[in-house]
C-alpha cells in the first residue's frame, strides 16, 4: 500500500508535468504526449492495484528495519565524502562501516557467531583488500582519475 | 564466416579475455543474488579504456558464464543463481539429494556446450541474411517489434499482471525524463536541476541489480556457511564428471537439436528471455519422452532440455540487438552500449561495415560452451565452495566496486545519488513482487519506444494505420495479441487448474 | 596485452613529461588537463574529439584526459565547462548545439556563451543533402522540381525539430519556394543513414562526416554541398550557393576554457592547437574519417559565432512564430 501511495504521488506530478508540455498532433507529436499517456495508464493501473489491495491486503516479503537505515546513511555518507576527503579515506570508512553493518546483523540473528572475527577482522580485511583491489583495478591498470 | 576470425582469436589474447569474464560471470551468476547483468555494469566503466574486441568478447563471456553458472549454485543447494536456472535447480537438486551432484552437474555442462554450439553455428549462419533483411524493416515494423518485446516480457516475469504493467509503465516512464530528443524541450525534470539530463542506464542498472540486492541482503536472515552446506548432500564424493553413454542415448540426439532450436529461436525473440527458453523446451521435452514419470524427481532429460535452450538462447538474443538495434534484455542492452561507446552503430550497415569486430565476436559465443565444460573438469569438485564466499567481504567489494565504478564512468556524485534512490526503491518494489526485468526493459527500450511511435507517425503524415498496412508491423501485432491470450490469459487459468487440481 | 602497453605507455608518458618538463618556456600545462566532452562517448563528436586530444597533447606535453558529459544537447557538458575553476586545466569541447540550440531554446539556466573564451575550431563540416544511389533523385534540380510538383510530400530526415540539420531545409525551402516533409530521426545520424538505405526518407540532410560512410560504400550520392566552395574532396559536387541559394551551412567543433583563464595560459593552447591541426598525422586521420579538416583560430571563432547566432537566431525566431519549430 505504502508503495501504491508513493508511485501514484510520483504519477500525478509527472502528469502535471507533462500535460504543461506541447501536444502536438498526430503528424507531429508533441514532446508532452507520450508521457501523458504513460501517466494516464499508470493511474489506471495503480487504481485497479489500490482497490485490490484494499479488499485483499497483501503482506510484503521484506519491510524496512533498522539495518536499511544504517545503509541509507553509510551511502549518503559515501557520496558526501567522496571528493572531498578522496579515495582512500572515503573508501576505507565506508568498507569497513558496511562489513560491520553485516556483522552486526549476522550476529542479531545468530547469536553464536559473536566475536572480534565478524565485528573487527572480517571487517578490516575487506577495508583493506577491497581499497587496493579497486585502486589496482581503476587507477594502475586502466588510468581512471580517482577522486 | 571466415576462418581469420578464429586466428585474430588465438593471436591477440582475446581467449584470454574471453576466458576472464567467463570466470567473472560464471562467479556472479552462481553467487544468489548476483546476476551477469550485474557483472557487465561493473565492469562497463573499465571497458571504456580496452579496444572494443576484448570488451565485446569479455562481455560474451559474462553473458554465457552468467547463464550457466545460475544453474550450477541451484543444482548444489537449491537456490537458483539466476531466474534462468528455476528448471535445471527443479530436477538438479532432486538429483544432488540422491548423491548424484555430478551427474547433474555433468549433464547442465554438457548440454550448455552443446546448445551454445549449437546456437553459435545458428546465428553465424543467419546474420548476414537477418542483417540483410532488416534493409526490409522500417521505422512501424521497429515500433511493433519493441512493443511485442515490452509486453513479452511483462508476461513472462511478473506472476501478477498488474504488478508486471506497472513495473513495466514505471521504467517507460522514467526513460522518458530528459531533454526531448525531437524538439529540444527540458521533460519531466520536477524543477530538479540535476535530472534534466535525465536518468542513465548504468546508474539504473547498479540500483536495480547492486544497491537494490544489498538492500535485500539486510532484509532477511543472513544465511552462514554450515547453512548452506546442510542442503548439500554432504556424501557426495564421487565427482566423475563424464556423460556416460547411456545417459546420452537416453536423451537422444534430436533431444538436444530440438531443443537447441527452441532456445535459439526464444533468443530472436526480443524480450523472451532465457527463462522462457529452458521453461518452453522442458515442457516440449517432456512431451516427447519415454520417461515422463523422472520429470520433476531428477531427470537428466529435463535437466538437458533446460540448460541446452538457454544457453542457445544468448547467441541468439544478440541477432535482433545487431540488425535491429533492438536489445532483447538488459545484458544485450549494456553489450549494444559498448557497441556505441566505440562508434559501432547497429543495423544493416553492420555486417558490411564492422565484419571484423562481428565476426570474432561470434567466435566467442563459439568458444565458450567449451570453457565451460573445461572449466567443469578442472574446477567442478569445487563449485559448492562459491555460494560459502563470506559475505562480510562480498558485498561491501559488490556496492563499493558499483559505486566508485559508476563515478567513474560519469564523474558525477549525482549520479550515485540517482543510483541509490533506485535502489531503495526497487527493494521496495521487489519486495512486494514488483518484477525487475519488464521495470528494466522498459527503461532500456523507452526510448527508442516513443521515437520509433514519434518517426512513424512523422513518415505516415498522422496514420495510425501504417502499423497494420506493413506486413512485418500487422504480424508482429497479431504474434503480439497471441502471446497475450496464451500467455496473459490461457497459462494462469491452466496454472490455476493445476493447483486447484492438485488440491482435491 | 592491452594492459601491459597502457602501463608501459603510462610509465613512459610520466618520465617524459619529468625529464622534458619546460618545453614552452612557461612552466604551464604542470599537470594533467582534463576535457569536457559534452557528447556521448562513440559518436561523431567524442570520435574526432578524442583523436584530435591524442594529438594535442603530444603538443601540450600532458596528458589530456576525456569526460563525457551528456546531455540537454550538449549544454550540460558545456555548462560545467563555464563553472571550472579558471586554472587552465579545464578545456572543453563545443559543437554547433552548444552556440546555437542551447542558448536560445534555454535548456539550462545562467547559460552564457559570455563565460567562455575560444581556444580554436578545429573541424568544420558542411552540410549535405543526400539521396539514396538508387533513388529517382541524380541532382539538385530534381529535387527542386519534384517538390514543386507536390508540395509538403518530399520527405527529408534530419535529427530534431530546429537542430542543426533541420535549419538548412527550411533555408533552402524558403528560397526555393518549395516545402518538404521533415522527418526527425532522434537516433542520430546512423538512423538517418539507414532510413535513407531503406528508402523510408527520399533525402537525408546531414554533415558530411554523418554522409561519409554511406557515399563511401556507394550506397548513396551527395546531391549538394552548403560551403561556400566545392569541397577538394568532392570536386564533381555543386554547392548550393553556386544553384543560387544563398545557404551556407555546416557543423563545427571547437575548444574553448573559462573566461578568465589568463591570456599566456590560452597562447599556449592556441599555439599548441594550431600546431596540432597542422600536423600530417591529424590532417590524415582526418581524411580517413570523413574529412572537414579546418583551423581557425580564437578571436576568429568567437567573430564566427556571432554571426553565427545573429543568423540562425533570426531564422528560429521566424520558425517559432510560423509553428514550424517549438520553443
Not at chain 1, 15 to 22: N, T
Not at chain 2, 290 to 305: M, P
Not at chain 2, 445 to 453: A, Q, V
Not at chain 3, 49 to 66: S, V
Given at each position: ?147 | ?82 531466474p534462468a536456472?528455476a528448471i ?64 513479452v516480457s511483462?508476461l513472462i516475469n ?104 527452441i532456445g535459439?529461436l526464444t533468443g530472436?525473440l526480443?524480450g523472451a528471455g532465457a527463462a522462457m527458453a529452458a521453461l518452453l523446451a522442458y515442457a ?22 533446460a540448460?541446452?535452450a538457454n544457453?542457445?538462447m ?14 532483447g534484455d ?107 526485468v ?45 502471446m497475450?491470450?496464451?500467455l ?17 | ?327
Open positions: 500500500m505504502p508503495v501504491i501511495i508513493m508511485l501514484f504521488l510520483f504519477t500525478v506530478a509527472y502528469l502535471v508535468q507533462a500535460i504543461g508540455l506541447p501536444q502536438g498532433d498526430l503528424k507531429n507529436i508533441g514532446p508532452g504526449f507520450y508521457p501523458v499517456l504513460l501517466s494516464v495508464l499508470m493511474l489506471m493501473a495503480l487504481a485497479y492495484q489500490f482497490f485490490k489491495e484494499r479488499k485483499t491486503p497483501e503482506r510484503p516479503q521484506a519491510t524496512v528495519n533498522k539495518f536499511h537505515l544504517v545503509l541509507l546513511a553509510l551511502l549518503s555518507g559515501l557520496i558526501m565524502m567522496l571528493e572531498s576527503l578522496g579515495y582512500f579515506a572515503s573508501a576505507l570508512v565506508f568498507l569497513l562501516t558496511f562489513s560491520m553493518l553485516l556483522g552486526w546483523q549476522l550476529v542479531e540473528y545468530h547469536k553464536d557467531e559473536a566475536g572480534k572475527k565478524v565485528m573487527i577482522g572480517l571487517p578490516l580485511v575487506a577495508a583493506l583488500t577491497i581499497t587496493g583491489l579497486d585502486y589496482a583495478l581503476f587507477k594502475l591498470v586502466f588510468d581512471f582519475n580517482l577522486p | 564466416m571466415s576462418f581469420e576470425y578464429f586466428k585474430i582469436f588465438f593471436e591477440s589474447w582475446l581467449i584470454v579475455y574471453l576466458a576472464m569474464g567467463y570466470f567473472i560471470g560464471f562467479f556472479f551468476g552462481a553467487v544468489p543474488g548476483l546476476t551477469a547483468t550485474l557483472a557487465i555494469s561493473l565492469l562497463l566503466p573499465l571497458t571504456f579504456g580496452m579496444e572494443v574486441l576484448a570488451a565485446l568478447v569479455t562481455c560474451v563471456g559474462i553473458f554465457v558464464g552468467g547463464i550457466y553458472g545460475g544453474g550450477v549454485t541451484g543444482i548444489l543447494i537449491n537456490i537458483p543463481g539466476a536456472a535445471t535447480v527443479l530436477e538438479g537438486y532432486q538429483l544432488t539429494q540422491q548423491g548424484k551432484a555430478d551427474r547433474a552437474l555433468s549433464h547442465s555442462s554438457f548440454s550448455s556446450m552443446i546448445g551454445g554450439m549449437i546456437g553459435a553455428l545458428f546465428t553465424i549462419f543467419l546474420i548476414q541474411y537477418v542483417s540483410e533483411f532488416s534493409l526490409y524493416f522500417k521505422t512501424p515494423d521497429k515500433f511493433s517489434l519493441i512493443l511485442m518485446a515490452i509486453v511483462m511478473s506472476k501478477d499482471m498488474m504488478k508486471g504493467i506497472i513495473a513495466t509503465l514505471l521504467g517507460l516512464m522514467l526513460a522518458a525524463i530528459g531533454i526531448d530528443t525531437f524538439d529540444a524541450v527540458p521533460r519531466m525534470s520536477f524543477g530538479i536541476e540535476n535530472i534534466r539530463e535525465g536518468v542513465q542506464l548504468l546508474t539504473i542498472v547498479v540500483g536495480t541489480f547492486a544497491i537494490a540486492e544489498i538492500f535485500n541482503q539486510l532484509a532477511s536472515i543472513p544465511l552462514r556457511a554450515k547453512d548452506i552446506l546442510e542442503k548439500f548432500n554432504a556424501n557426495q564424493n564421487k565427482f566423475d564428471f563424464k556423460p556416460r553413454r547411456e545417459e546420452l542415448k537416453e536423451i537422444g540426439f534430436w533431444s538436444y537439436v530440438r531443443s537447441s532450436v535459439f530472436i526480443p516440449v521435452s517432456k512431451g516427447f519422452s519415454k520417461r515422463k514419470n523422472l520429470f520433476g524427481k531428477g531427470s537428466i532429460e529435463g535437466i538437458a532440455a540448460e541446452t544457453n542457445a544468448c547467441p541468439g538474443a544478440i541477432i535482433p540487438m545487431l540488425t535491429f538495434g533492438i536489445p538488459a545484458v544485450t542492452a549494456l553489450i549494444l552500449g559498448v557497441f556505441t561507446l566505440h562508434g559501432l552503430v547497429p543495423g544493416p550497415m553492420l555486417m558490411i561495415e564492422q565484419a571484423d569486430t562481428v565476426g570474432p565476436m561470434l567466435i566467442a559465443f563459439l568458444i565458450t560452451p567449451v570453457l565451460i565444460v573445461i572449466s567443469l573438469f578442472l574446477f567442478g569438485r569445487y563449485y559448492i565452495k562459491i555460494p560459502l564466499v563470506n559475505r562480510q567481504l562480498l558485498y561491501p567489494f559488490i556496492a563499493f566496486t558499483a559505486m566508485i565504478g559508476l563515478y567513474a564512468a560519469t564523474f558525477s556524485l549525482v549520479q550515485l545519488v540517482h543510483a541509490a534512490i533506485i535502489g531503495f526503491v526497487i527493494f521496495l518494489l521487489s519486495a512486494r513482487n514488483y518484477p525487475t519488464p521495470f528494466l526493459l522498459g527503461f532500456i527500450l523507452g526510448p527508442i519506444f516513443e521515437n520509433s511511435l514519434r518517426t512513424s507517425m512523422a513518415l505516415s503524415g498522422g496514420d495510425l494505420t501504417i502499423f497494420l498496412r506493413s506486413p512485418f508491423s500487422l504480424g508482429l501485432l497479431i504474434l503480439t495479441a497471441i497475450i491470450y496464451f496473459g490469459i490461457r497459462l494462469p487459468k491452466m496454472l490455476q487448474e493445476q493447483e486447484n487440481e492438485s488440491n482435491n | 596485452m592491452k594492459t601491459v602497453s597502457r602501463l608501459f605507455a603510462l610509465i613512459c608518458i610520466v618520465s617524459l613529461a619529468f625529464s622534458l618538463n619546460p618545453v614552452f618556456g612557461s612552466d604551464y600545462p604542470e599537470k594533467d588537463i582534463k576535457h569536457i566532452m559534452p557528447w556521448a562517448a562513440g559518436g561523431g563528436t567524442d570520435t574526432v574529439m578524442r583523436a584530435f586530444m591524442k594529438y594535442y597533447e603530444q603538443e601540450l606535453g600532458r596528458k589530456i584526459y576525456t569526460v563525457n558529459v551528456k546531455g540537454a544537447k550538449s549544454g550540460l557538458g558545456v555548462n560545467e565547462l563555464m563553472s571550472s575553476a579558471a586554472d587552465g586545466y579545464t578545456i572543453g569541447s563545443l559543437t554547433y548545439d552548444s552556440i546555437v540550440t542551447v542558448p536560445y531554446f534555454g535548456l539550462l539556466k545562467n547559460y552564457s556563451l559570455d563565460k567562455l573564451q575560444f581556444v580554436a575550431t578545429v573541424t568544420m563540416h558542411p552540410t549535405v543533402l543526400v539521396a539514396n544511389a538508387d533513388s529517382p533523385y541524380k541532382t539538385l534540380e530534381d529535387v527542386i522540381a519534384a517538390a514543386k510538383k507536390a508540395p509538403g510530400k518530399l520527405q527529408v530526415s534530419n535529427v530534431g525539430l530546429g537542430g542543426v540539420w533541420h535549419l538548412p531545409m527550411i533555408d533552402l525551402q524558403q528560397q526555393a519556394g518549395v516545402k518538404f516533409d521533415h522527418i526527425a530521426f532522434a537516433g542520430g545520424s546512423g538512423e538517418q543513414r539507414e532510413a535513407l538505405l531503406k528508402r523510408e526518407t527520399d533525402l537525408a540532410c546531414m554533415s558530411i562526416g554523418g554522409a561519409f560512410p554511406l557515399v563511401k560504400a556507394k550506397k548513396a550520392v551527395i546531391l549538394a554541398i552548403m560551403s561556400e566552395e566545392r569541397l577538394a574532396e568532392y570536386p564533381d559536387v555543386p554547392t548550393l550557393k553556386e544553384k543560387g541559394y544563398d545557404a551556407v551551412w555546416g557543423s563545427l567543433r571547437s575548444i574553448a576554457v573559462p573566461k578568465d583563464v589568463d591570456a599566456a595560459k590560452v597562447k599556449i593552447l592556441a599555439d599548441a592547437a594550431q600546431k596540432t591541426a597542422a600536423s600530417k598525422q591529424w590532417k590524415s586521420w582526418l581524411e580517413k574519417n570523413g574529412g572537414g579538416w579546418t583551423f581557425i583560430d580564437g578571436a576568429g571563432t568567437q567573430k564566427y559565432v556571432e554571426q553565427l547566432q545573429k543568423k540562425v537566431f533570426k531564422q528560429l525566431d521566424e520558425l517559432v512564430a510560423s509553428g514550424d519549430v517549438k520553443k
